[in-house]
């Protein structure tokens, strides 16, 4: 069975309103601490802790279970989302399409994508991971609206790069 044929895609719940112990609140600017654990029909499960009880408890009890951790902040609603330009949003379901695709080529042109959108602040890596293959994955935060986004690394050559560029700049041009 050839894998490039098969899009690769990790369905991340977004971040909870509430911390997974006491039930408080999350506000605006507050430190948050997430892990994403393995769930029923294997699908993913996310957990966020206040930092309190992730320090207290949580973090002894979860943190052996967890596939992923990472720690953030609750963006404050001034700055999120940002004034993004129309380009950056088509790049941005470029990227989503690119995920949703199959072949080592869509593979290729997402995490192109991806590494631009982290540049431009549009995405933020929040934890990078190996799959049970062995390669890298990198789990990237959408500043907008807090979607999980799972991308996997690729080793480009030069001509590769080339052609996606070409590709890619086709697709923002028309």
């Not at 990790?10 to 006491?22: G, N």
């Not at 994955?137 to 609206?145: C, F, K, N, P, Q």
Request: neutral net charge.
């Amino acid at each position: 069975m050839n894998t490039n044929k098969i899009p690769f895609q990790l369905e991340i719940p977004k971040r909870s309103h509430t911390c997974s112990s006491k039930g408080e609140t999350f506000v605006p600017g507050a430190e948050y601490y997430s892990i994403v654990l393995d769930g029923d029909a294997g699908l993913l499960q996310r957990r966020d802790f206040c930092t309190g009880c992730w320090e207290n408890s949580a973090k002894k009890e979860w943190l052996p279970e967890a596939r992923s951790n990472w720690k953030s902040v609750v963006p404050k609603k001034a700055e999120v989302p940002k004034k993004v330009e129309k380009n950056e949003e088509h790049v941005l379901e470029l990227l989503k399409e690119a995920l949703n695709a199959e072949g080592s080529e869509a593979q290729a042109e997402a995490f192109l994508l991806a590494l631009y959108l982290a540049r431009k602040k549009q995405i933020y890596l929040r934890q990078q991971l190996k799959d049970a293959n062995g390669e890298l994955i990198s789990l990237y935060e959408v500043a907008a609206t807090e979607e999980m986004l799972c991308v996997r690394r690729c080793a480009l050559s030069a001509l590769q790069m080339d052609s996606i560029q070409k590709r890619l700049m086709d697709q923002l041009n028309g």
